[in-house]
């Protein structure tokens, strides 16, 4: 049987159990939990449905993202493809990609637009091309005071110093895994529940600036590095795909609710469509020199001249640190309600203490579990089991 998501523009949920369509946000009154539910989890991977494959139903429910076809069975679901991911413009030079930009922000006239203020190269550009088209972004960045961060710093420093509508705060205030027993319950497991907190002192800060829609950089990695010279027409580049085919869930569980669209820029398929052109037939290209070439002339000269990569491994190991009470918590009531030896406290907490220092394997299978016993709790929290 195909399942057909072209029409929808949130991710729906398939019911193995009723044969039926459910909206995202349309949970079960109850939801019957097993062993194998947390076997599927794993399996599935930490970006479930993020990346075209076969994948496992959990409680016999499964993520048909937007614009997606799949073939399903009693055993799971394939991708099989996704809709308009690659059409090419004829050319794109500067003006056009403006011109582009320009037919998105009519479509969203009268609306208010943020940026994430990473201090990054793809939100940078995103910020400079809507400033470009007169566009009084409002920014919220997260700053750190490591040294790993240093060139982000000097950028969001930058753009603090150049407009009025900037908030910044501590990355200190919304540590991963901390606020795990008030995380959003919701339909599907996911591990985007573990940096709950990173999106709710987002969702205030974007509330405080009155901001409608807040873009982020996500997906840049995949079209300014990735190569495009055997790229056919309806074909994305390598790993893209995760951008378009995405469980949204951040934007359907935190921000939506408050009023806000959360939405990756280079998604956007206007957007996306101009970059693949311009690049088109380039190879790979992981230090974005075309970018920081094409974009010299309206970014940071820090940007343009020098390359760097940010490290949020000592953010995570913090955040384990001051969180090791919390998700002992969690993990008591997934047990309880899983009796899945697995999400056994002292398991997980073992897990976490040497997330620093295991192999990503292991790494992989404490988020997973954390995760899991994230959605559990909120669920049971929620009278849902």
Not at 121 to 147: M, W
Not at 261 to 281: H, K, Q, V
């Amino acid at each position: 049987m195909n399942l057909v998501t072209n029409d929808s523009q949130v991710t729906r949920y398939y019911d193995l159990n009723s044969n039926t369509l459910l909206q995202s946000t349309s949970l079960p009154k109850k939801m019957y939990l097993s062993q194998t539910d947390l076997d599927a989890y794993e399996a599935n991977g930490p970006l479930m449905a993020r990346t075209p494959g076969t994948y496992k139903y959990i409680c016999g429910l499964l993520p048909l993202p937007p614009k997606t076809t799949w073939s399903a069975n009693q055993l799971g679901a394939s991708y099989i493809s996704s809709s308009g991911l690659y059409r090419p413009f004829k050319t794109v030079d500067r003006n056009t990609l403006d011109a582009v930009v320009s037919k998105y922000l009519k479509l969203a006239r009268g609306k208010i637009i943020g940026v994430e203020l990473s201090g990054g190269l793809d939100t940078s550009i995103i910020i400079e091309t809507l400033r470009r088209n007169d566009i009084d972004v409002r920014l919220f960045g997260l700053v750190s005071s490591a040294y790993g961060f240093r060139t982000e710093r000097a950028i969001q420093d930058i753009y603090r110093n150049s407009s009025d509508h900037v908030v910044c705060r501590s990355y200190d205030e919304c540590l991963p895994f901390s606020n795990l027993t008030k995380s959003p319950v919701y339909i599907y497991p996911s591990t985007a529940n573990l940096t709950y907190s990173r999106q709710k002192i987002t969702v205030a800060a974007m509330k405080d600036l009155g901001v409608d829609i807040l873009l982020n950089g996500d997906a840049g990695d995949h079209l300014l590095c990735h190569s495009l010279e055997d790229l056919r027409p309806n074909e994305s580049p390598e790993g893209y795909q995760r951008w378009r085919i995405s469980d949204d869930w951040a934007n359907l569980n935190v921000f939506k609710p408050a009023g806000i669209e959360y939405i990756s820029a280079f998604s956007l398929n206007f957007i996306s469509r101009a970059l693949w052109t311009m690049r088109r037939g380039q190879k790979e290209d992981y230090m974005k020199l075309w970018a920081r070439k094409f974009f010299s002339d309206r970014l940071p000269y820090q940007l343009c001249n020098f390359a760097y990569k940010a490290s949020h491994d000592a953010w995570f190991s913090s955040g384990i640190k001051k969180s090791l009470d919390e998700i002992y918590e969690v993990c008591t009531v997934a047990y309880a309600n899983t009796d899945d030896p697995r999400l056994l406290p002292d398991n997980i907490i073992s897990l976490a203490k040497n997330y620093a220092t295991d192999p990503h394997q292991r790494q992989l299978q404490f988020l997973s579990r954390l995760s899991f016993a994230t959605w559990v709790h909120g669920l049971a929290r929620e009278g849902h089991i």
